[in-house]
């Protein structure tokens, strides 16, 4: 008997929704704070946040602090509040009968345990950026959860074109989910 094929899937934009744009527009809305200083903020945050180069905490307090005016208890649920299951994340069961599920994502760890705590026992790995220390579409990511990867076939889903290409160089079979779902119906197909 053959080994299952491995299905590697991202977070945001497949399994859960994105936390962009909505919330940086909601608290550009709220607080009256500039939508392009606050997307100012994300491009120079990005990094050393989803790397884990920062605390969730110190990323509160950098926010905080180039936003004075932006109530932080509600800006944090309000972030989590938008984070929530995609229809895809209902599959996992399903298609973990089939392959050995493993996600690959860049976010942090503290803002999806409520979206991965019903999947966590279909999962074979979980790679997290803000934990692993590096992000898409970095190839160190790719070479930390392809060390649970059999090799012979493997499937990566992921919502954005640029983190598909090395999974391509490294030989990968890949998928665009698109905003519309329909990816979720050739999935199975594609395995």
């Not at 399994?15 to 909505?22: F, G, K, V």
């Not at 100012?40 to 945050?45: A, D, G, L, P």
């Not at 209902?90 to 089939?98: D, G, N, V």
Request: aromatic share 10%; hydrophobic share 40%.
């Amino acid at each position: 008997m053959s080994s299952k094929p491995d299905l590697v899937l991202d977070i945001a934009g497949v399994l859960a929704t994105n936390l962009s744009p909505h919330f940086w527009n909601d608290l550009s809305l709220k607080f009256e704070v500039p939508y392009e200083k606050l997307i100012q903020f994300k491009k120079e945050t990005r990094k050393e946040l989803w790397t884990g180069e920062i605390t969730e905490k110190d990323f509160w307090l950098k926010l905080n602090t180039s936003f004075p005016s932006v109530e932080l208890n509600y800006a944090k649920s309000k972030l989590k509040s938008i984070i929530k299951p995609l229809p895809a994340l209902k599959q996992i069961p399903l298609w973990s009968q089939y392959a050995n599920i493993h996600l690959l994502s860049n976010h942090r760890i503290e803002w999806i345990q409520h979206i991965l705590a019903e999947v966590k026992p279909y999962m074979k790995s979980i790679t997290i950026s803000g934990e692993a220390g590096c992000c898409k579409p970095d190839r160190a990511i790719y070479l930390k959860v392809g060390r649970y990867l059999d090799k012979k076939h493997i499937l990566f889903v992921d919502d954005q074109e640029k983190n598909l290409k090395e999974a391509r160089n490294l030989g990968w079979n890949t998928l665009l989910a698109d905003t519309e779902g329909a990816w979720v119906e050739k999935v199975v197909c594609s395995l």
